[in-house]
């Protein structure tokens, strides 16, 4: 049997310092976000029936449950996260008393929900947090991510943020991704731009405009 925890990505541990020094500066809202999985929830390689589905590398195809015609490729991942479990709580390193609100996805089973605001089917989509109405309850403009990993869970909330009319930010030192090379960090990068979504730096004009707040 596998074993839950968080899922691993290399390096991952080392943004926190950044996340923290992030979380003292005065945005209006700051939010953490987390898987919170079923243990039969469809992102996992053990839940597939499959031969030789092996996390990391296997693909699998899923349908949106109200949408048959909808279908999906999707990566397989070790368990991980799943509720109630330690592996879904954020990192005790985390400053979680700077945190406004914290929201969990990835609950529905039926569904992989990379992005913190909805899950990767469209017509219709199938599982929403709520992020997106806390953000336009407290007159967000502005939306600047950091967390893991740059290559999945950032970039389609990112693109997501962007989608819904949020100037959009994603902050270099504050994230890593998946595969690091070319086709993880460099293809992440690249569509992000292509839907207007800088990378920035801790130490960019968009960070310290944010200071000049205080």
């Known amino acids: 049997m596998a074993q839950n925890g968080s899922l691993a990505v290399e390096g991952g541990r080392d943004i926190i310092p950044i996340v923290n020094e992030l979380l003292t500066?005065?945005?209006?809202?700051?939010?953490?976000?987390?898987?919170?999985?079923?243990?039969?929830?469809i992102s996992f390689a053990s839940n597939h029936e499959a031969p030789n589905n092996q996390p990391f590398t296997s693909l699998a195809k899923i349908t949106?449950?109200?949408?048959?015609?909808?279908?999906?490729?999707?990566?397989?991942?070790?368990?991980?996260?799943?509720q109630e479990t330690q592996g879904?709580?954020?990192?005790?390193?985390?400053?979680?008393?700077q945190v406004d609100h914290i929201v969990e996805k990835g609950r529905d089973k039926r569904v992989e929900m990379y992005s913190a605001f909805t899950d990767i089917f469209e017509n219709p989509s199938v599982s929403s947090s709520g992020l997106g109405e806390i953000?336009?309850?407290?007159?967000?403009?502005?939306?600047?991510?950091?967390?893991?990993?740059?290559?999945?869970?950032?970039?389609?909330?990112?693109?997501d943020a962007r989608k819904i009319g949020f100037v959009t930010f994603v902050v270099r030192e504050g994230t890593r991704a998946v595969d690091p090379g070319d086709d993880g960090w460099g293809a992440a990068q690249a569509e992000l731009e292509n839907f207007g979504v800088p990378i920035i730096g801790v130490a960019s004009p968009e960070v310290n405009w944010v200071k000049a707040q205080r």
């Open 25 to 41: 500066l005065p945005f209006k809202l700051k939010i953490a976000t987390k898987d919170f999985h079923p243990p039969d929830h």
């Open 64 to 82: 949106n449950p109200y949408n048959p015609s909808e279908v999906r490729e999707t990566r397989l991942w070790p368990i991980h996260c799943v």
């Open 88 to 97: 879904a709580e954020l990192l005790p390193e985390l400053h979680v008393d």
């Open 135 to 159: 953000l336009k309850e407290s007159s967000i403009t502005h939306v600047y991510l950091v967390g893991l990993a740059m290559d999945y869970c950032v970039k389609w909330s990112a693109i």
